[in-house]
């Protein structure tokens, strides 16, 4: 089966102008590979930071002006060109955005909702939308000032739920809601994935991604440093970068043990494995190479030279 | 509406005291003036042929020796009674001096604000879409070239080439030179305000221009502007639905604002067209010593930008959603 999404060796940078005319290129993602499946929920977890929503803009080519990428983005197993995600963003391929900030302050919701078509069918059709996340007709009337965090935050989730999308790409979907509000959101896209659609769910926590997701993709910096199975966080032998398994250490049910340090900025990054700086089983090696690539390993995916080590706590 | 009463009678409040600081600071720049108001008006020659009498006589009618704390609040107490007092210059009260001048002015500073609100809302809006196309270039420079021309010589500009080579339109003044009132037209008037009014423009224009393309830049990088692109809607709808919107907000702020600049660039001006307009009045009674109609202009032109500012809030208020309701809610 072909997958519905596919990234290859994707890399975004930003070109900064400091102080007058000095130009400064600063990578935020980095060789960056990744597919969904027809079905699939895939979740990228990451820190705050490590280039998880600029990943999802990338896709839907909205990235900011100074910003430069390169490598392949496959739909359906044909090159995204900007011609193509054009036709393809809005019906088929969907954005969840992150926050508020993504609404039009002047515009009420459902004008906005609406983008500009007046028929009674698209007004049916977000009624319904919005009424599946709890939200009646007057919430149409109101300003996003008006709403509550949770309040936007299905507003945004039904716009998307509104069209027949084949990719949904969710940032941070369900902060700010209440479990049991969140538990349906997620039904839901575990619904239109069992339909065929291929799901990007985008956050920061390790536990509902692999909870929700049948794959995860772990952040660190800007690059993947792990691709595991969702079965593979029952057992923290399982995994394979000491990363992810700090980061196993740090749920709640784990021990609630914190990562110490922190990632490094996008800025800073030196040559050799990125996360020496919080690694505790890093050796000479691992600094000394170039890069640290990633390779298959275990039915996943690893950016480290010496995976499954143990002694990380 | 209680809270929106509240506020305008805040600000009217703000008005008196800022009008009565700028009647001051006028006053006490005109008395330390070094003009000599006698021989600037009168002249060396016929003051020396004069007899001390006539010369008292017109030292009294020029205010002088008056001391001047006297003088001020002799004209604020006129004021609040609704009496601006008599121009010197003109033998004429202050109200009509400035009414029938006003009534000159008007005309083309309306014409100027207009024009230069909404062409440049347009050419901001334009630029800050088409941020760094050639169209953005195209209006970037012609705003930066404009607003670094100073505007009485692009008015010399616009004279030499539509009146003098072109010889289109009237070099100067209101009306035809030596037709009686009763004979000029409309036509005539309109001929004689539009260079005046156009120079107004284009320096206003350009300013607006460059203010909105700024936050016409912001509003597309905007994650509002972004998401809707996400959802599908084209460039074009972006622009006019979300960017428009977003703009024409600050853009009511800026066009209250540009009363003030408007108002200040038709002294200099109407000044080089020899208008017969409020701000030419302004320079006569400036360098003749006319100090109750130098006061009565200063005055009544801040009150008109004051005005305009307060109009500009007030409309603001009205049209955003979040102070609307917000006060609404109160
Ligand atoms: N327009 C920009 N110019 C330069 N750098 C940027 C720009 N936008 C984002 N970045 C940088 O890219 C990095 C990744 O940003 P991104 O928004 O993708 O993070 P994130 O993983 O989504 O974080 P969070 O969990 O907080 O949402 C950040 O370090 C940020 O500083
Ligand atoms: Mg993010």
Known sequence: MEPVLQIKHLSIDFTRYERGTKRRRLTVIRDLSLEIYPGQVVAVAGASGSGKSLLAHSILDILPHNSHVEGEILYDGTLLTPERIERLRGSEIVLVPQGVSYLDPLMKVGTQLRKGKKDPGTKERYRIALNRYGLGEETEELYPFELSGGMARRVMIASASAESPRLIIADEPTPGLDAGTAGRILGHFRELADEGAGILFITHDLELASEVADRVVVFYAGETIEEARAEDFADVACLRHPYTKALWYAMPKHGFKPVQGSQPYPGQLRSGCHFAGQCETCREECLERETIPLRPYDGGRVRCLYPKEEGQV | ?330
């Open chain 2, 1 to 330: 509406m209680r809270h929106r009463l509240e506020f305008t009678g805040k600000k009217l409040f703000r008005m008196g005291v800022l009008l009565l600081g700028v009647s001051l600071v006028t006053f006490l720049l005109m008395c330390a003036s070094p003009l000599d108001p006698l021989q600037t008006n009168v002249g060396q020659t016929a003051l020396g042929s004069m007899s001390p009498e006539q010369v008292e006589k017109l030292e009294a009618y020029w205010g002088v020796g008056i001391p001047p704390a006297q003088r001020y609040i002799g004209w604020l107490w006129d004021v609040c009674h609704g009496d601006f007092g008599t121009s010197l210059l003109y033998r004429q009260p202050v109200l009509e001096v400035v009414g029938e001048r006003l009534a000159n002015s008007a005309g083309l500073m309306f014409f100027a604000w207009v024009i230069s609100g909404v062409l440049g809302l347009a050419l901001g809006v334009a630029a800050g879409a088409f941020r760094g196309r050639w169209q953005d270039r195209l209006i970037r420079g012609y705003c930066l070239v404009i607003t670094s021309t100073p505007a009485f010589w692009l008015a010399i500009l616009l004279l030499l080439i539509f009146s003098v080579w072109l010889g289109w339109l009237p070099i100067g003044l209101a009306v035809p030179a030596g037709t009686d009132a009763s004979s000029v037209t409309l036509a005539d008037r309109l001929a004689h305000a539009v260079l005046p009014a156009l120079t107004l423009g284009i320096t206003g224009v350009a300013n607006i221009a460059l203010h909105t393309r700024e936050k016409m830049v912001d509003v597309m990088e905007s994650d509002y502007v972004l998401f809707a692109r996400a959802r599908g809607e084209s460039a074009r709808s972006a622009v006019l639905r979300h960017g428009l919107r977003n703009v024409i907000l600050p853009g009511i702020t800026l066009q209250g604002a540009s009363v003030s600049e408007i108002i200040g660039g038709s002294v200099l001006v109407e000044q080089v067209f020899s208008y017969p307009g409020l701000g030419q009045a302004a320079v006569t009674a400036g360098l003749g010593s006319d100090m109750p109609l130098l006061l009565g202009i200063t005055v009544i032109t801040a009150a008109i930008v004051f005005a305009g500012n307060l109009a500009a809030d007030l409309v603001y208020g009205a049209v955003d959603p979040r102070i609307r309701k917000g006060a609404a809610g109160r």
